[in-house]
C-alpha cells in the first residue's frame, strides 16, 4: 500500500483535534499554521484567545473522548470546574437561578492554557508534524478532488506545493476556502450571516486573597424583552487565581475598553454583581476590545458538486457569536463526527460530503441559539423573523422564567446550554408540562452568594 498523507490547514482547536483524529488513518499528517508555534504549544494565538472562553460540558465531555484524561489535566494545571448552577451564577432575562447542586458544568481557564494542553497532546502524537510561520495560499486539484495546498513561508516568502491523500480546511473565521474553490472552478457557497455588531471587551484581575478556592463566576445575561440592544457580562475564575471578565454590547451598546469606561459599562448593566467585584480586585491587563462576532455560515453540505478528499472544519464552516459559549464545544464534537466517520469509512471512503452534512448538523443547535438571540435586537443585521420564530421566542421566555424556581425546567435548560443534550428537549411534554406550571416561587433578584461570598466585598472594601 502506498503512504497515506493527510494534510490539515490551521493549527487551531479544529485543526490539532482534526490532526489528532487523522493520525489514526494515515500514515504522515501535516498541520500547517501561520503563527509561530513552538514544540511545547506556546504560541501567540489568533486574536480572540486573549477574551474570556469557557468551555462547555458537552465540549469537555468530547475532548476527553478524543484525548482521554484531557479535563483532568486541565484541572491539575489551575483550570477551574464551575458547576451550573452552583459555582457559575447566572442572572437570566427573568432572575437569577438558584444555587442549585450541580446540573452540569463548565471549565474556566484561559484559552493560552487550553490551547497549549491540546497542542502539546497533539504534537507528541507520532506521525504529526507542524509546519508553522507558514500561509495556506490556495487549494491543489480539480472540481472533483482536492490533493493538497500551496503554502508560503512567512519569513523567506517562498511558496510550495505540499500534496495530500486528504486536506481539512481548519484555518478559523478567516477561511477562504469559498475562494479557492471557486478558483478551482467549484461554484459559489451559499453564505449564512447574522450580524448584531457585538463588540467584547476583557481585562484580566487578580482575585482578592479571600475570593480564590472555589468562588464562583457570575454570568449576567441581556434580556432581549426590555432592550434596544444587548449588553451582558461574564466574570469568570481561571487558573493563578485570576479572573477574566468579558463585557459585551450588541450596535448601539458596546463597550468602551478605558478602565473608566470598563467599570462604567459593568456597573450600567441589569445587576452590578460584576462590577462589585472587579472594584475589589486588581486589573493585571488593560481592557482589550474584539469586533468581527457575527454569526456566519457557509453551507458547504450544500454544495455540488463537492471534492473528494476535503472537509471544511470549525470556525471555517461556521462562526458564532463568541457570546454563547459555544464555538470550542461545537468544533470538538466535530472532531468526534470525523473521528466516527474515518472509523466507519476510512481516509479514502467517498465519505467527504456526508461528513459535511454531519458537521452542519452538529452546528445547528448553537446557530439556532445563537441566531436566535441575536435576531431580537432591532439593529441586528439579518432575516426578519418568522411568526414561528416569534412563538419560539414566548416558549424560551416562559421557559427561562420557569427556571428560575422549577428544578426540572432549570436542568432542561442548563443541558441544552451546555450542549449536553439536543436543544429539542426543551419541548419535550415533561419539561413543557413544567414550563406551563411556571416557577412557582418569585425569582430571586440578588445574587445567591454565600455568607462567606458575600463578605468578600465587605472585608476588601474594609482592607481599603
Ligand atoms: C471574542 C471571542 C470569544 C470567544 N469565546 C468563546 C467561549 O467562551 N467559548 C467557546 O467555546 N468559544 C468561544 N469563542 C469561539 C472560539 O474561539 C472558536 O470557535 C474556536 O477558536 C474555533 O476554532 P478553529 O480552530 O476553528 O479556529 P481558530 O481558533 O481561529 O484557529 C484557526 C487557525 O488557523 C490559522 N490560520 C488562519 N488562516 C491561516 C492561513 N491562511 N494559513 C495558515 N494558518 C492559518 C490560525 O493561525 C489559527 O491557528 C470565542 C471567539 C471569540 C472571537
Wanted: hydrophobic content about 40%; proline content about 6%; aromatic content about 6%.
Amino acid at each position: 500500500m502506498p503512504s497515506t498523507h493527510a494534510l490539515v490547514l490551521g493549527g487551531g482547536l479544529a485543526g490539532m483535534l482534526a490532526a489528532s483524529v487523522l493520525a489514526a488513518h494515515a500514515d504522515r499528517v501535516t498541520v500547517v499554521d501561520r503563527d509561530r508555534v513552538t514544540d511545547d504549544g506556546h504560541r501567540k494565538g489568533p486574536p480572540q484567545t486573549r477574551h474570556t472562553h469557557v468551555l462547555m460540558a458537552g465540549g469537555s465531555r468530547a475532548l476527553d473522548e478524543l484525548l482521554p484524561g484531557f479535563t483532568a489535566d486541565l484541572i491539575a494545571a489551575g483550570a477551574q470546574h464551575l458547576g451550573l448552577p452552583n459555582r457559575l451564577l447566572v442572572f437570566t432575562q427573568s432572575g437569577w437561578l438558584p444555587r442549585l447542586d450541580e446540573m452540569q458544568f463548565v471549565i474556566g481557564c484561559s484559552r493560552a492554557l487550553l490551547d497549549r494542553a491540546v497542542a502539546q497532546r497533539v504534537l507528541a502524537m507520532d506521525r504529526i508534524n507542524l509546519v508553522s510561520a507558514a500561509d495556506v495560499v490556495g487549494l491543489l486539484g480539480d472540481r472533483a478532488r482536492i490533493t493538497g495546498a500551496r503554502v508560503r513561508d512567512r519569513d523567506t516568502g517562498t511558496e510550495q506545493d505540499i500534496d495530500a491523500d486528504f486536506v481539512v480546511d481548519a484555518t478559523g473565521r478567516g477561511s477562504k476556502a469559498d475562494r479557492w474553490l471557486t478558483a478551482l472552478g467549484l461554484p459559489a457557497v451559499r453564505e449564512d450571516r447574522v450580524d448584531s455588531g457585538m463588540v467584547y471587551a476583557t481585562c484580566v484581575y487578580r482575585a482578592p486573597a479571600s475570593a480564590q478556592d472555589g468562588f464562583p463566576g457570575v454570568n449576567i445575561v441581556s434580556d432581549p424583552r426590555s432592550m434596544r440592544f444587548g449588553q451582558g457580562g461574564v466574570l469568570l475564575p481561571i487558573e493563578d487565581g485570576q479572573w477574566i471578565v468579558s463585557l459585551a454590547g450588541t450596535r448601539g451598546g458596546e463597550p468602551d475598553i478605558t478602565p473608566e469606561g470598563f467599570l462604567a459599562f459593568a456597573r450600567g448593566l441589569r445587576h452590578p454583581a460584576i462590577a462589585d467585584l472587579i472594584s475589589v480586585a486588581e486589573p493585571l491587563t488593560r481592557p482589550f476590545g474584539f469586533h468581527g462576532t457575527v454569526n456566519r455560515r457557509r453551507r458547504y453540505e450544500r454544495l455540488s458538486p463537492w471534492p473528494s478528499g476535503f472537509v471544511v472544519l470549525g470556525d471555517a464552516a461556521c462562526a458564532v457569536n463568541p457570546v454563547y459559549g459555544h464555538g470550542m464545544t461545537v468544533v470538538t464534537r466535530q472532531a468526534v463526527a470525523l473521528r466516527d466517520n474515518l472509523t466507519r469509512h476510512g481516509l479514502h471512503g467517498r465519505a467527504a460530503k456526508q461528513l459535511q452534512r454531519r458537521f452542519a448538523a452538529v452546528t445547528t443547535d448553537a446557530w439556532d441559539m445563537a441566531t436566535g438571540q441575536d435576531l431580537r435586537y432591532p439593529a441586528t443585521i439579518g432575516p426578519a423573523p418568522s411568526r414561528a420564530t416569534h412563538l419560539q421566542e414566548r416558549y424560551l421566555d416562559r421557559l427561562i422564567l420557569a427556571a428560575t424556581g422549577r428544578a426540572t425546567v432549570t436542568k432542561a435548560q442548563l443541558d441544552a446550554y451546555t450542549l449536553s443534550t439536543p436543544l429539542r428537549r426543551l419541548l419535550s411534554p415533561r419539561v413543557v408540562l413544567a414550563v406551563l406550571r411556571g416557577p412557582g416561587r418569585p425569582p430571586l433578584t440578588d445574587p445567591p452568594f454565600t455568607e462567606a461570598e458575600s463578605r468578600v466585598l465587605a472585608d476588601v472594601q474594609i482592607e481599603q
